[in-house]
């Protein structure tokens, strides 16, 4: 069999089978949550409660301010402590609710509803998806109601659902498509209506065969619902890769899938939406795969959104000495942590504990043209020419090299002989444009 793929990306070493063969585990409910109000891209959420509220488990806290949005949910019921900055995974701090757990009363619980999807409208659909705020759970966190109203001069044929993984470590999907395949199947069901979308396909990484079958099992019937099989490859799993892989449609320069007649979900994002359309569940917890040579008993956990990482990573045993290194996500795309007081948030896919051994951080030497970056760039840009312009702050001139379409996967720095952090220059770069713009008007 051919397995099908895209041209360029790079073959790291991936270490999932630290945590790939254990099964999902909840972790213990905290004693005090911090639902940030900004988890998503788009605009940030308006409180909807104050100082010494009580507060139940799915009660919505925080409404969407804007289309782009999402509002956000208490995942336990007791007292709103505060609303004030807190420490957060992707920034220095941002303004959240932070909620003191009535540890008497865990509050409501969800339980299999049945659903007709004859009986229920796309436009009942979204509005649900929007109310119970989720987000890309692949890390990305766009609203989902967005993704799943296209305009209608751009018909969608295909939905690919996501279940690639490729990022180094990382087990959830893995284990979610494993364990909750049926939610899966029916989440990708219900998108398909939405958006009227004729053909369902799920991609799957050659590595991950006991998904691949499971779901060609369940899918045997179905006429719409096809199960691709793809190559072991980063970044597989970024959408516009996906698409070239399994269709050979290819995503116009600054466009969007919806540009070719796609729309890509994460598998985690499609259970959340059966779990919001069936149970009328919000999303108030995830999972997520703790990980890592620093990392006692590594694993996979579902998470109520806002627990403190210090809290996750007890309950994977806790770190070893020599742990020297936490970082939200894998290695190549995810974010270095300076507390354990951050919480987990919808784009939490994992937390990363590597070694000190891991973390020798080589210095930085001058280029040497050796154009790898180049070769192995997934967007097919010249990541050389970025750090080159953003050194010399010529910010007008990085739009001509297509800066803001880098995904910031990370495969240049990975092959990089000269060990230059490219990733930081193209944010800073990305920064300074987005700066630019705005001063504009």
Not at 105 to 127: A, H, M, N
Not at 417 to 435: C, F
Request: aromatic content about 4%; glycine content about 8%.
């Amino acid at each position: 069999m051919r397995l099908k793929t895209f041209k360029q990306g790079i073959h790291p070493k991936y270490f999932k089978e630290l945590s790939s063969k254990e099964p999902i585990k909840k972790c213990p409910f905290p004693k005090r949550v911090v639902i940030p109000l900004s988890q998503h891209t788009g605009a940030p959420c308006k409180p909807l409660v104050e100082k010494k509220d009580k507060v139940e488990r799915g009660q919505k806290i925080g409404k969407a301010d804007g289309f782009i949005s999402a509002p956000v949910h208490s995942p336990v019921t007791g007292t709103v402590k505060s609303i004030d900055k807190q420490p957060f995974p992707r920034f220095k701090s941002l303004d959240a609710i932070v909620i003191e757990r009535d540890e008497k009363s865990e509050g409501k619980e969800w339980k299999k509803g049945i659903l007709d999807l004859e009986k229920i409208s796309p436009d009942e659909i979204r509005k649900k998806v929007r109310e119970a705020g989720i987000v890309g759970l692949g890390g990305a966190a766009f609203p989902a109601s967005v993704k799943i109203s296209p305009p209608k001069e751009k018909p969608i044929d295909t939905i690919i659902l996501n279940g690639c993984e490729c990022e180094p470590y990382l087990t959830a999907d893995h284990r979610i498509m494993l364990e909750y395949p049926d939610d899966c199947i029916l989440g990708l069901k219900i998108i398909m209506k939405t958006v009227g979308a004729k053909k369902g396909i799920v991609g799957i990484e050659v590595n991950k065969m006991d998904a691949y079958n499971l779901f060609c099992g369940k899918t045997k019937d179905e006429e719409n619902i096809d199960v691709e099989l793809v190559q072991v490859k980063y970044p597989e799993g970024a959408e516009k890769m996906l698409i070239k892989a399994i269709l050979s449609r290819e995503v116009p320069a600054g466009g969007l899938p919806m540009d070719v007649g796609v729309v890509v979900h994460n598998v985690g994002t499609a259970v959340s939406i059966t779990e919001a359309i069936r149970d009328d569940k919000p999303l108030i917890e995830r999972v997520v795969t703790v990980t890592g040579k620093g990392i006692n008993n590594p694993g996979n956990f579902l998470v109520l959104i806002g627990t403190p990482f210090s809290d996750v990573i007890e309950a994977a045993g806790g770190m070893k000495d020599n742990a020297a290194k936490i970082i939200m996500g894998g290695p190549l795309m995810g974010i270095t942590q300076s507390t354990l007081d951050v919480p987990v948030v919808k784009g939490t896919s994992g937390i990363l504990v590597l070694t000190e051994d891991e973390t020798d951080i080589e210095e930085e030497v001058n280029c040497i043209r050796c154009a790898r970056c180049v070769d192995h760039c997934p967007m097919y840009l010249i990541p050389t020419e970025f750090v080159k312009l953003v050194k010399g702050e010529a910010w007008e001139r990085l739009n001509s090299y297509h800066l803001m379409d880098c995904i910031e996967c990370g495969c240049c720095a990975f092959v990089c002989p000269s060990k230059i952090p490219i990733v930081q220059y193209v944010n800073v770069g990305k920064l300074a444009l987005v700066n630019i713009k705005s001063k504009k008007g």
